[in-house]
């Protein structure tokens, strides 16, 4: 166990639990929903920058992603740049009209804008029941990203790296909830940038530049500085696929959408939009070109995901491969404790406080209570469920976010963008994307070679058209003044 790598990541955790305890302070002292929730929808610019960014960035970007550069080479990374303007697009798209419904309806999560919007109590339970799920599989992501880290950097098992991650994020989410999230994912971004550019700095500098590590790449296999990768994996269906998924469905990511409707005021949310896209632009290439480069200096690697930390170990020192360690375990963290307040508020407040309204005001002590039990339940299911991890997780996490996008998009956007759009519809495109991702992702069916999630978005956007036919419309409407530029 080498103390020169967890000294510098003792330090952090300790900030991070300090982030924690200042938010649960804070949190003592206002309604426990709101701040719980959605942080007294206070975020400034630069808070919802890091913190989208940071929950995007997540156990894909610094294991799964770079794992798929080292198998992949240097097309991948090019096929990562593909998710640069995911935040713009996500903020753009839907950052002002959420805030502005979030505060009419004083909605705290996406189910109350769902209820609002469509007036209809099953479309709820169906999208509580999608939202589990999908979580569930990419929270599982997270947990077995996290682990993989501690395991291969600290040199303890997989078992006991699963354990000490799922205690560090379960125990600071409990404390602290959406403050304490955005708080320490403000630092996390901070942290991940600069980690970024340390290891991609390090590993060039091992290899004797740009030009030596392609050499030598190229002595490995010349299809990995190709742009298509060997065998010519990364076609045109598979990168339109990718940008679909990782870029453009992001507008349909639930837990991205909550960031929509707790932030400050419009000057925020267009800071936002501006830096959240330079962080995440400096760090999906830092990362992935890492991840290409890192196959020229360990070419070996039998588990393509263990290649970050076990590169941090080659070419950095320990001081700053610990301090660089807090890198992608901020990227990981930032992602699950956003997807376990998300959980935690389906169970609580659509579904628990849906039934018993009047619980929400007369009870709060037993409101927060139940919040935090959840949060602690959810986690201990969650390392049940990342005992036994495949060698390469990128894939469960791009089929969680599939999920999440087949079932959400059209139901999100048209609801916020179309004034005929009504239950029906919602219902009919929620259910038929949903299920035919699922079904064509078990038959791994690919229809014309596009990746599951293009037809998938297809059949539910003409379910939503179909359905849309019956029912009544129920318009949008939203007052401007709500929405002030402080």
Not at 92 to 102: P, Q, T
Not at 192 to 206: F, K, R, V
Not at 276 to 295: D, E, K, N, Q, W
Not at 351 to 370: D, G, T, V
Request: with cysteine; glycine share 8%; charged share 10%.
């Amino acid at each position: 166990m080498n103390l020169g790598i967890i000294f510098p990541l003792v330090i952090y955790l300790a900030f991070v639990f300090g982030a924690a305890i200042y938010a649960y302070v804070k949190r003592t002292k206002g309604d426990f929903l709101t701040e719980y929730y959605v942080g007294n929808r206070s975020m400034t610019g630069f808070v919802l920058a890091m913190t989208t960014a940071s929950t995007y960035a997540s156990a894909s970007s610094f294991v799964g992603g770079p794992g798929a550069a080292y198998k992949y080479g240097l097309g991948w990374v090019l096929l990562a740049m593909i998710q640069v303007p995911a935040v713009w697009l996500a903020l753009g798209a839907l950052g002002k009209k959420f805030a502005l419904l979030s505060r009419e309806t004083n909605a705290l999560t996406i189910n109350d804008l769902f209820l609002y919007r469509y007036k209809n109590k099953y479309l709820v339970w169906i999208s509580s029941l999608a939202l589990l799920l999908a979580f569930f599989a990419a929270m599982t992501v997270q947990f077995i990203g996290g682990a993989r880290l501690l395991e291969t950097t600290i040199g303890i098992s997989y078992t006991q790296a699963l354990l000490l991650f799922a205690f560090t994020v379960g125990i600071y989410t409990f404390i602290g909830g959406f403050r304490a999230v955005v708080l320490t994912d403000t630092i996390q971004g901070t942290v991940m940038i600069i980690g970024t550019i340390i290891l991609l700095g390090g590993t060039i500098y091992a290899l004797g530049g740009v030009e030596s590590a392609v050499n030598k790449l190229t002595e490995i296999d010349p299809a990995l500085v190709t742009p298509y990768g060997p065998n010519e994996m990364l076609d045109f269906q598979f990168m339109a696929s990718f940008w679909i998924l990782v870029c453009f469905g992001v507008v349909g990511l639930p837990h991205t959408a909550v960031r929509c409707m707790a932030f400050k005021d419009s000057k925020a949310l267009h800071q936002g939009m501006l830096i959240g896209t330079i962080v995440l632009s400096l760090i999906m290439f830092g990362m992935h070109l890492a991840g290409a480069l890192g196959r020229a200096v360990i070419p070996e690697l039998t588990i393509a995901d263990q290649v970050i930390p076990t590169l941090m170990l080659q070419v950095l020192p320990p001081i700053i491969a610990g301090i660089f360690l807090a890198a992608p375990m901020s990227a990981i963290m930032s992602t699950i404790d956003a997807q376990l307040i998300q959980s935690s508020s389906i169970f609580v407040k659509d579904l628990y406080l849906s039934a018993k309204p009047e619980e929400a005001a007369k009870n709060e002590k037993k409101i927060s209570y139940f919040s935090s039990i959840i949060t602690l339940i959810l986690t201990a299911l969650l390392i049940l469920a990342a005992l036994n991890p495949p060698d390469m997780i990128i894939w469960l996490n791009l089929f969680a976010f599939g999920g999440l996008e087949a079932a959400f998009l059209w139901v999100i956007v048209l609801g916020i963008y179309w004034d005929k759009a009504n239950a029906y519809g919602a219902l009919s495109s929620m259910i038929v994307g949903l299920g035919s991702y699922i079904l064509l992702t078990q038959l791994s069916v690919k229809l014309l070679g596009f990746h599951q999630i293009v037809p998938a978005l297809i059949f539910g956007l003409i379910a939503f058209l179909v359905g849309n036919k019956w029912g009544e419309s129920r318009p949008v409407k939203t007052s401007e003044k709500l929405f002030i530029n402080h």
